[in-house]
């Protein structure tokens, strides 16, 4: 069994959403073959607790509004290093860099084929972790980011 058409579009829409935020590093696992309770995993990583947040609420909204679906469980909020959003077809995972790195679901995924991404979020693989966000963790120019002086303070001369 593979993953339906309708997993891959959900996968489709929250991957796109989560690239738009800058998320990076965004994967998706066709885990159908070894798991009865979903079909998918989409994994995108944030560099704070704001852009998890921001990018789970971003995910959850275009699939709200493209697809007309919500998830039924949502988990991780309060702390935000790590936010679950299960659509019962897919679970997405919006975690913190470091908590991706430590807990490893795409090694643990490995063997599973992975499905296929829109251009914008393949391109996040190579996205630098340090992306340019705004304070609400929507994603900015470079040139939108205010220069720090020596002593963290903005530069606004």
């Known amino acids: 069994m593979t993953a339906t058409e ?13 690239a738009d935020k800058l998320a990076h590093n965004i994967i998706a696992f066709d885990v159908s073959e070894v798991l009865s309770i979903t079909d998918a995993f989409l994994i995108a990583s944030a560099n704070n607790d704001r852009q998890v947040k921001s990018i789970a609420e971003e995910i959850e909204d275009q699939l709200r ?8 469980r949502r988990e991780g909020e309060r702390d935000g290093r790590w936010i679950l959003l299960d659509y019962l077809d897919i679970v997405v995972h919006v975690q913190h860099a470091e908590e991706r790195s ?3 679901l795409d090694r ?4 599973c084929p992975e499905l296929p991404l829109p251009a914008d979020a393949l391109a996040t ?20 980011v205010a220069p720090a002086d020596d002593f963290g303070a903005e530069d606004y001369s």
């Open 102 to 104: 430590f807990y490893s």
């Open 65 to 72: 509004e493209k697809l007309d679906v919500k998830p039924v």
């Open 125 to 144: 693989r190579n996205r630098p972790e340090d992306a340019h966000t705004d304070a609400a963790g929507n994603a900015v120019a470079p040139a939108e």
């Open 108 to 111: 643990l995924w490995k063997d």
């Open 6 to 18: 309708h997993s891959q579009e959900l996968i489709t829409v929250a991957a796109q959403a989560a």
